[in-house]
Structures are given as C-alpha cells and as structure tokens.
C-alpha cells in the first residue's frame, strides 16, 4: 500500500503542478509503473476542474464559468496534454511520412495544424461545459468522469501499442516502453470506482456515464488505429492527444445524453 501511495504521487507530480512530499523520492522505474494510477489523478483533476465551475457559478453565467474552469484545469496541468494534442495535430495534419511527423513533433515551435486543433478543442469544452450546468449536478459529474476516463487512454495505447520515437532519447524514457502488466486493470478498477461513487451520488446520471465509458472505449480504439497506421505507434504528444481527444468526446455523450433526457 505504500509502494502505490508512492507511485500515485509520482503520477500527481507527472501529470500536474501538484508538489509532493521531497520523501517520496524519485526512481525512473516508477514513473512506468505510476501509469496504473492516471484515472485516479485524472479524476481530482476533474474534481478541481469541478470546484471552480461551482464557485464561479456563484458570481457569473455559465459561458464565463466555464472558461473560468478550464483555465484552472489548464493551469493545474501545466497545459500538458494541450501541448501533445497541438504537436500531434501539426505532425499529423498534413500528409507527411512517418520520419518528417516524427521530427515535427520534436519542434517546440506551434504550427497552424496545432493551432486550430488547440482553440478549436478548447472553445469546444467551455460550451460543452456551459451547457452542462443546467443541471450543476451533472456537469460536476461529467468533468470528474471526463477527466479520469481520458487519462485511462493513454495507459491502453502503451499498453497495445509500441512506442514510436526514439526511446533512447525520449523525455520519460521509462514511460515510452511499456506499461507495467496489471497496469490497465489497475486503470480500469479505478474507472469503475469512479463511475460507482457517480452513480451513487447522482442516480440520475446513468445514461450520460454509460453514454461517456461507449464513446471513450471507442474513441481510443480509433486513435489507436490512427497512430498503428500513421506512426506505427505512440508518442508522449500522441498520448496527450489522445487525452485531450477522449476527454472531449466524453463530455459531447454527457451532453448529448444529458439533452436526450431533457427533451
């Protein structure tokens, strides 16, 4: 127990902006095994995400909430995954080999794929969100579940996929071999922790969280598809691609499913 107290800090330290204990201490072979743990981080990702909205309901209308709650989050992450999702779209957009798309994800520098990709993802999630909080209940719900379910993604394409780049050179060379063996079980039990306590606290939102699961496990079949066919693997920006791809279409079901009951 202590040992994954230790590899769930190292996921909290990876993942975002959170310090952590200098004891925890650091190996290179946990950050691989810290994997299992990303839907759990995910998740108080979600819940900060949530808090904000909540309290910035309180003084303004859903639009300016909204945005107020994905700022937070981005800044908790250190814009993360946005940054993987706007390389992976400058490499991929166009119709370059896999060498050249390999080498663009390397560049520091945002080119107009990463840039529309980037706003279009975001302006996205604020009115998705701000159509959520008709019912604040539900959009709490939706962004703690969007958030840990698009960070389970990423632990399956390691797990199914090689890795792309140079391992030799990547910037979490543990992390870009493969994931520990129990480590999308370990992901999945925390999904379905997470999906239990919604439904127990918010009964009513059982359409939009079986709606979210569906569209997630399709969502990254399909992405892995995309990256077996264009780079013959995965990359760390592929992986916050993925993220940022999952995340988005798990709060569009919540919406959808939130609007289908309301009709």
Known sequence: MKHELRLFLVAVQFLTRVPVP???GFDPAWLQACVRHFPLVGALVGGWAALVLWAALQLWPPLVASTLSLIATVWLTGAFHEDGLAD????LGGAVDRERALAI????RIGS???VALVLALVLKILVVASLTLDVEVAVAALVVAHAVSRAAPVFLIRALPYAGDAEHAKARPLATRVAGTGPSIASAWVALIAVS???ALPDAAAGL??????????TLLIGAWLRRRLGGFTGDALGAA???VEGVVLLAWLAAFDL???
């Open 261 to 263: 009951g309301h009709a």
């Open 22 to 24: 200098r004891r925890v």
């Open 113 to 115: 794929y990463g840039a």
């Open 88 to 91: 992976t779209c400058d490499a």
């Open 198 to 200: 919604t439904l127990s």
């Open 243 to 245: 993220q940022q791809i």
């Open 210 to 219: 079986l709606a979210s699961l569906a569209a997630a496990a399709v969502a």
């Open 105 to 108: 994800m390397k560049d520091s």
